[in-house]
């Protein structure tokens, strides 16, 4: 199994910016497609973006589509987060997560198909 640590998060202004990362470590990080989501106090855990085992085909929420980046370093076992022009509605916890199932566009926005998680980096972005 692999096991996930979040870092990146804290206070930023609305339109401003910040790179979350999630380091890997047991397993082969390459073995894994990856995926963030994020929590928001009251509300449900939602996806926000996904991708392949060695980077291709990324998947994003319309809600942070062509805002946020995410993208992965094999090499340094990392997962990436770019997230530019803030908005006060994507302050959450954002949680990194990891599959060796296959993901897909018709998979990946959903929670069961992640078999591992990390605890989570608080993002708030003040209006």
């Known amino acids: 199994q692999v096991q996930l640590v979040e870092s990146g998060g804290g206070l930023v202004q609305a339109g401003g910016s910040l790179r979350l990362s999630c380091v890997g470590s047991g397993r082969t990080f390459s073995d894994y497609n990856m995926g963030w989501f994020r929590q928001a106090p009251g509300k449900e855990r939602e996806f926000v973006a996904a991708?392949?085992?060695?980077?291709?085909?990324?998947y994003y929420a319309d809600s942070v589509k062509g805002r946020f980046t995410i993208s992965r370093d094999n090499a340094k076992n990392t997962l990436y987060l770019q997230m530019n022009s803030l908005k006060s509605e994507d302050t959450a916890v954002y949680y990194c997560?990891?599959?060796?199932?296959?993901?897909?566009?018709?998979?990946?926005?959903?929670?069961?198909?992640?078999?591992?998680w990390g605890q989570g980096t608080q993002v708030s972005v003040s209006s």
């Open positions: 997560a990891a599959t060796s199932r296959p993901l897909y566009s018709g998979n990946s926005h959903y929670i069961a198909a992640y078999e591992y």
């Open positions: 991708i392949a085992l060695f980077g291709g085909s990324p």
